[in-house]
């Protein structure tokens, strides 16, 4: 157990709707990891952070923000929601060195 | 661009029967490589990484898998599969920049 939590875990929302997905963690870890799973396609990273106010693009970034204010949350914004990012989130952190990621329990996201 | 390949979609075994799941990467150098399961509605667990030296790594649950650089290969191995094991398991390269790429999954389902 790395200590991160995932808020909500499930949500239901529509088309053209802001939505935040919080990700809070307890070990002061200084990366933390957006991921989106879709089945097909594994894991594919969204945004990750690492440090405060310090973010960056992943693979599959258009259509979320991310920001991080503190070290221990870490939220991803999608502005104007659509179908296509109906998907189960995942947010993970990094300890130490060794990019060995740590995962929290998903938040599963449906748009209608 | 670094990529990671599991052939097997779906793979299907009987209780105590041995198990290994492909796992092939794309990378220049020497790679990070890491094992993890996922349950239904679960998140990811890590079952076993490799960084350097030994090229057989143990992990959790009975698990081993192989770093093979001349195959760029590093499958995962069981000798004696339990239901329990059913999931999804996925492999994934550390590409020295921070991130993780991951493959698409391999569903492992057990009959008794």
Known sequence: DAGITQSP?????????????????TENHRYMYWYRQDPGHGLRLIHYSYGV?????????????????????????????????????????????QETQYFGPGTRLLVL | ???????????????GASLELRCNYSYGATPYLFW????????????LKYFSGDTLVQGIKGFEAEFKRSQSSFNLRKPSVHWSDAAEYFCAVGEGTDKLIFGTGTRLQVFP
């Open chain 1, 53 to 97: 106010k310090d973010t960056d693009k992943g693979e599959v970034s258009d259509g979320y923000s991310v920001s991080r204010s503190k070290t221990e949350d870490f939220l991803l914004t999608l502005e104007s929601a659509t179908s296509s990012q109906t998907s189960v989130y995942f947010c993970a952190i990094r300890t130490g060195s």
């Open chain 1, 9 to 25: 875990r499930h949500k239901v929302t529509e088309t053209g709707t802001p939505v935040t997905l919080r990700c809070h963690q």
């Open chain 2, 1 to 15: 661009a670094q990529s990671v390949t599991q052939p097997d979609i779906h793979i299907t075994v009987s209780e």
């Open chain 2, 36 to 47: 993890y399961v996922q349950s239904p509605g679960q998140g990811l667990q890590l079952l």
